[in-house]
Structures are given as structure tokens and as C-alpha cells.
């Protein structure tokens, strides 16, 4: 297992553009979480799967934000009609629980230009 | 509202000292705090974790200390080594919505 891979790691898209990543998380973990991080903060929670169901959105994931982990493995992140304030990286991470710990991606840098 | 801070934006320490990264959090609802590493252009990797019923937690050479009364955590690295320079966050775990606030970080600096 080569831990929680995220695809693409870099992304530049013009202003209203709609972008997909994607999330690969350890095999054995059943919660995965995306995370969203802007320079010079801490990552902010976007939202988080226990296995295929979307148990939590935050209320910074707006209508233009959607996330998807059809069969309890892999996820995706959609962001519609991109705004430069979603300009950020995308962090994707995956569980047991918390006390073990997330491990997380490499993230995707995202730039709306 | 910052329910998760991180005083210190950079800290410098000489190599065979030791590092305290601390960390202060104002709801008493979070159950697990944590510390995570991160590297530039790498995703955070965890570090140590504690339970809010323990005080202390000790993996090799970090320890962390848990004040529930004073709302504050501290993450000591000792011998500091030059590969431990990075940017730290503290994290904290809100049981209610399964969701870890985060601190803005504190990069460590490890002078040789």
C-alpha cells in the first residue's frame, strides 16, 4: 500500500471552469476526509465519508462543492464554475479513527486564474 | 472564532536541544488532540496524538503534555535533529461532528 494518493497534484483552470480531483485512500481505512488549506493556515474540513455515506459538510463546502466515494474506496472533489477563492490545496486523508491518526495525501494545488 | 491556537508562527532551536511547539483551544468538548508534521509540497504526517482523559503521551523522542484545566497542549521534541525542521499543527478533535480544527502552524527551525 503507498498510502492515500490524490491526483492531479497540480491544477490550473481558468475562472468558471468546473475541476474534478481524485482520492485514493489506504485500503483498510473506512473514513476519508477532504480538507481544504490556504497559505499560512491550518487545513479547514470540507467534509468526511464513513465508508460510501457523507456523514459531515462543512458549511464552507457551497452548492458549487461536491463529493462523492461511490463504493467506500476512492473519492472525488467537484468544484463548479471556479472562483479564484477556491484557489487553495486540496488535502484528502483517511482513518480508523482519530486517535491513530489521518494519514494524508500530497494534495492537489489548486489555481483558478 | 479560533477555537484552535498557535501563538508561535516560527521557533528556532539548536540541534541536541530540545523543541516545545505549544498549542492553546477553547472547547473543552474535544476529545483527541493531535500533532502533525508537515513538509513542503508533502500532505501533513501524524505525529503523536492524546486523549483528553491522559496527560501525557510519549513516542521516542516526542512528548505530549496535556493542560485540560489550562486548555493547553505542548508538543516537546528532544534531541532536536535538523531533518525535524518543518512547519508543526495541532489539531483538535470535535467528537460532535467528526471534524479535526486545526492551529495555523509553527514552523521549527533546527540550527546546526
Known amino acids: 500500500d503507498t498510502g492515500v494518493s490524490q491526483d492531479p497534484r497540480h491544477k490550473i483552470t481558468k475562472r468558471g471552469q468546473n475541476v474534478t480531483f481524485r482520492c485514493d485512500p489506504i485500503?483498510?481505512?473506512?473514513?476519508l476526509y477532504w480538507y481544504r488549506q490556504t497559505l499560512g493556515q491550518g487545513p479547514e474540513f470540507l467534509t468526511y465519508?464513513?465508508?460510501?455515506?457523507?456523514?459531515?459538510k462543512s458549511r464552507l463546502l457551497s452548492d458549487r462543492f461536491s463529493a462523492e466515494r461511490p463504493k467506500g474506496s476512492f473519492s472525488t472533489l467537484e468544484i463548479q464554475r471556479t472562483e479564484q477563492g477556491d484557489s487553495a490545496m486540496y488535502l484528502c486523508a483517511s482513518s480508523f479513527g482519530v486517535d491513530y491518526g489521518y494519514t494524508f495525501g500530497s494534495g492537489t494545488r489548486l489555481t483558478v486564474v | 472564532d479560533q477555537q484552535v491556537k498557535q501563538n508561535s508562527p516560527s521557533l528556532s532551536v539548536q540541534e541536541g536541544r530540545i523543541s516545545i511547539l505549544n498549542c492553546d483551544y477553547t472547547?473543552?468538548?474535544?476529545?483527541?488532540f493531535l500533532w502533525y508534521k508537515k513538509y513542503p509540497a508533502e500532505g501533513p504526517t501524524f505525529l503523536i496524538s492524546?486523549?483528553?482523559i491522559k496527560d501525557k503521551n510519549e513516542d521516542g523522542r516526542f512528548t505530549v503534555f496535556l493542560n485540560k484545566s489550562a486548555k493547553h497542549l505542548s508538543l516537546h521534541i528532544v534531541p532536536s535533529q535538523p531533518g525535524d525542521s518543518a512547519v508543526y499543527f495541532c489539531a483538535a478533535s470535535d467528537p460532535s461532528n467528526y471534524q479535526l480544527i486545526w492551529g495555523a502552524g509553527t514552523k521549527l527551525i533546527i540550527k546546526p
Open positions: 465519508f464513513q465508508n460510501e455515506a457523507q456523514l459531515e
Open positions: 485500503s483498510e481505512h473506512n473514513r
Open positions: 492524546i486523549s483528553s
Open positions: 472547547n473543552s468538548m474535544f476529545d483527541y
